[in-house]
């Protein structure tokens, strides 16, 4: 079955520096990928969708890249703030059927 | 537009009681999610719905039933609650199928079992 792998420590980064987070998968390559992001206690927040077929996406300061030969997909979040301090999770569709399948998500805090 | 709503927030059972969650959403959306999530957990998927007065099984349905008669609504019911079910439930819905399209999830029930 499918298994997404997380970093599950928590990423420290310096405000104004560029937040890289990292999804690995295991099995299958999705034909979609999607991050969210999650503040303590809500619910999680969708934020990109990639496609298969597109190597990079980008939404304002975020960019998000998938790589189906490494299985995996970077998440950038550039002059990052204080404000972008969240779990993000990475979630793929999953095979033949209508579920997300979910990582545990990386906890980024970026410092003043 | 108040998008997924959930209730309740909080909610403390001892073993053996039974109860409902709900989830509205006002998106008009045909897919509806119920997930759980635990610490150090991604969200794992207990039913789904692909529409008023279906269901279907996720990840995780033991101990679950769901209901969704009427299109806007989804509910997650627990028959008798086990300290296992003590987690934080999200409702997400979708208009298009899990994988390829935006969920959209509520605020969460947190659920105690003791």
């Known amino acids: 079955s499918q298994k997404i792998e997380q970093n599950s420590e928590a990423l420290n980064i310096q405000e104004g520096k560029t937040a890289t987070l990292t999804c690995n998968y295991t099995?299958?390559?999705?034909?979609?990928l999607q991050w969210y992001r999650q503040d303590p206690g809500r619910g999680p927040v969708f934020l990109l969708l990639?496609?298969?077929n597109e190597k990079e996406k980008r939404k304002e300061r975020l960019k998000v890249t998938f790589d189906t030969t490494l299985k995996q997909s970077l998440f950038h979040i550039t002059a990052s703030q204080p404000a972008d301090s969240a779990t993000y999770l990475c979630?793929?569709?999953?095979?033949?059927?209508?579920?997300?399948?979910w990582g545990a998500g990386t906890k980024l805090i970026i410092k003043p | 537009n108040a998008g997924v709503t959930q209730t309740p927030k909080f909610r403390v059972l001892k073993t053996g009681q039974s109860m409902t969650l709900l989830c509205a959403q006002d998106m008009n959306h045909e897919y509806m999610y119920w997930y759980r999530q635990d610490p150090g957990m991604g969200l794992r998927l207990i039913h789904y719905s692909v529409g008023e007065g279906t269901t279907a099984k996720g990840e995780v349905p033991d101990g679950y039933n769901v209901s969704r008669l009427k299109k806007q609504n989804f509910l997650l019911g627990l028959e008798s609650a086990a300290p296992s079910q003590t987690s934080v439930y999200f409702c997400?819905?979708?208009?298009?199928?899990?994988?390829?399209?935006?969920?959209?999830f509520g605020p969460g029930t947190r659920l105690t079992v003791l």
């Open positions: 099995n299958y390559s999705p034909a979609y």
């Open positions: 990639i496609r298969e």
């Open positions: 979630a793929l569709e999953g095979a033949g059927n209508y579920q997300l399948i």
């Open positions: 997400a819905s979708s208009s298009l199928a899990g994988g390829t399209d935006t969920q959209y």
